[in-house]
């Protein structure tokens, strides 16, 4: 299991549209994927949670994935949850 925290850079946070883009890369890896919010452990690739989540701008996290391209996986959503996009 690799770990890594990242802000979230987003205006929007992890809502609306950077979210469903977040769970549609998620969902390109094999390995799975966790956000850690607050003391929750969210699924990465399931919309519902990452919605729910809460996740705003500003807010701290902690990326873990487990799996056959965890390397890969986590360098893919910390770069995409760093840079911030809409």
């Known amino acids: 299991m690799v770990r890594k925290d990242v802000v ?11 979210g469903s883009n977040l769970v549609e890369l ?3 890896f094999k390995s799975d ?5 607050n ?3 969210i699924n990465a690739k ?4 990452v919605m729910m989540g809460n ?5 701290k996290l ?11 996986a986590i360098n893919a959503i910390y770069s995409y ?3 911030g996009e809409e």
């Open 26 to 28: 998620a969902l390109t």
């Open 55 to 59: 996740i705003n701008c500003g807010d």
């Open 8 to 18: 979230v850079k987003s205006v929007s946070g992890l809502h609306a549209r950077p």
């Open 62 to 72: 902690t990326i873990e994935v487990e799996g056959e391209d965890e390397q890969k």
């Open 46 to 49: 399931e919309i519902l949670e």
């Open 81 to 83: 949850i760093e840079k």
């Open 33 to 37: 994927i966790r956000l850690v919010h």
């Open 39 to 41: 003391g929750s452990s």
